[in-house]
């Protein structure tokens, strides 16, 4: 029973220094201003901007590792911070989180368009930031704009139905703040009682939360949440099945949309041990550095290793699928071409003939005086943006003398022989019969407005 109730005061300390860490781990970081005027974003070019947005009590400083992987991996992305951590204890309607991120979202999205890039966005979310983003695009009187503008988000362990954590944390905080009368007293900044705007939006099913409309579906969302499993060195038993990264749920956390190949869940899993020794506060101690190496909880997410290769992995494959120029359409072929003794003609339906004589080469031995050998091919055509691919379906000669006495023969060219077209560039049409049993090398066919010649 001691034990039993030890490891219940270890773990509800251990869910405490939790909050605090993701609270005030982080010191905060001042907000940028949202295209204020003589800003510069001339730097995104015609690459596709990826705005990382932090959470609750944080700044733009936990993006480093997250920022230099997608440099060094996805060339034609353009990180950037949305830093508002002045003011990153507030809920995310407050004018300087929400409404803001949406004017941001649609700044740089007008820069990239401007700039000749695709103007779409990626967003990249932590926490409260992922609710920052679809107050954003629902809330705010540029929620169309913004919902055009999203490409692909993010999510990294955001709340989204809320914290449990919140539940435990915000009446406390109340009780403790409420003889301060009102939340927004500027006394109150800088201590706990300047959490409770968010605190209290962040409850599992908060009127807050209850009034965030989701995404909307036309937005592809990669969620990502924490699992962590607590063992103790007491016969190394292990608290399993937590779903937790022990701020917020997996639950609450995979709200992800599969659109177009891009999006969906995905659950990172670590552990970390609660000390049991003699002293409960060294236990607690040594507890909250085991909690610090434990990479899937709540604050260790934005760096960890799975999350960030497969976040830039996917930015990468997001970025070539809207970068890449799509390919070129394949030559428009129609009409009769010419050249001396040959006539290539296009049918319907992606089927053609082909008509040419050759003097030297004849599937038919000419003899008794027939000189000209005449070759019939119909073929069917396999285009691409270079040009296009015949392939024999049926063929014939024939040898003819001055007389124009003709003989028939059959072809020795096989069905399925193939031989390629080239593009239409200046009125021709270059043949390609290399290989081709009795064919007639390489040569040029023309529009009735042009010489091939003899």
Not at 133 to 150: E, F
Not at 263 to 292: E, K, R, W
Not at 360 to 384: E, H, K, V, W
Request: hydrophobic share 35%; with cysteine; net charge positive.
């Amino acid at each position: 029973m001691k034990l039993t109730a030890r490891l219940s005061a270890l773990v509800s300390c251990l869910l405490v220094a939790a909050t605090l860490s993701a609270f005030v781990g982080v010191m905060p970081g001042r907000a940028s201003s949202n295209c204020p005027s003589g800003s510069n974003y001339a730097g995104i070019g015609k690459k596709v901007p990826v705005i990382e947005v932090h959470g609750l009590n944080s700044s733009a400083k936990v993006w480093a590792p997250m920022t230099k992987v997608i440099k060094d991996n996805v060339p034609n992305a353009y990180p950037m911070t949305f830093d508002y951590g002045n003011l990153s204890r507030q809920w995310v309607s407050n004018p300087g989180i929400g409404p803001r991120l949406a004017k941001v979202i649609v700044c740089v999205a007008n820069a990239s368009t401007q700039a000749g890039g695709p103007g779409k966005v990626v967003m990249v979310d932590h926490s409260m930031g992922g609710l920052a983003t679809r107050y954003a695009a629902t809330m705010t009187p540029q929620a169309s704009a913004v919902t055009r503008a999203l490409g692909l988000v993010f999510t990294i362990d955001t709340p989204n139905t809320g914290s449990g954590v919140a539940n435990v944390a915000y009446p406390v905080l109340y009780s403790v703040c409420n003889a301060a009368k009102t939340m927004a007293n500027p006394s109150l900044n800088g201590t706990p009682c300047s959490f409770l705007s968010a605190v209290g939006g962040l409850e599992n099913k908060s009127s807050e939360i209850d009034k965030l409309p989701r995404l909307p579906s036309s937005v592809p969302v990669m969620a990502y949440a924490g699992d962590v499993t607590l063992t103790t060195q007491f016969f190394n038993v292990k608290i399993k099945e937590l779903h937790t990264d022990l701020i917020v749920s997996e639950k609450s956390s995979l709200w992800g949309n599969n659109l177009n190949r891009f999006g969906g869940t995905f659950t990172t899993y670590c552990s970390a041990a609660i000390d049991t020794g003699p002293s409960t506060v060294d236990a607690l101690v040594s507890t909250v550095a085991n909690l610090n190496n434990a990479n899937c909880w709540h604050s260790a997410q934005t760096h960890n290793p799975q999350v960030m290769q497969l976040t830039w992995q996917e930015i990468r494959r997001y970025v070539a699928s809207i970068t890449t120029p799509p390919p070129a359409a394949a030559p428009a072929y129609s009409g009769t071409w010419y050249a001396h003794s040959t006539a290539l003609t296009f049918k319907s339906g992606g089927m053609g003939n082909l008509f040419y004589r050759d003097y030297n080469a004849c599937p038919i031995p000419m003899t008794d005086g027939y000189t000209m050998c005449n070759t019939y091919l119909n073929f069917r055509l396999s285009q691409t943006s270079q040009g296009a691919t015949a392939t024999v379906t049926s063929s014939f000669s024939t040898i003819s003398n001055d007389s124009s006495s003709i003989v028939h023969g059959s072809s020795k060219i096989p069905n399925g022989t193939t031989f390629k077209l080239g593009p239409v560039i200046g009125g021709k049409i270059q043949v390609d019969m290399t290989g081709v049993p009795y064919g007639n090398g390489v040569f040029n066919v023309c529009d009735p407005n042009h010489l091939c010649g003899a």
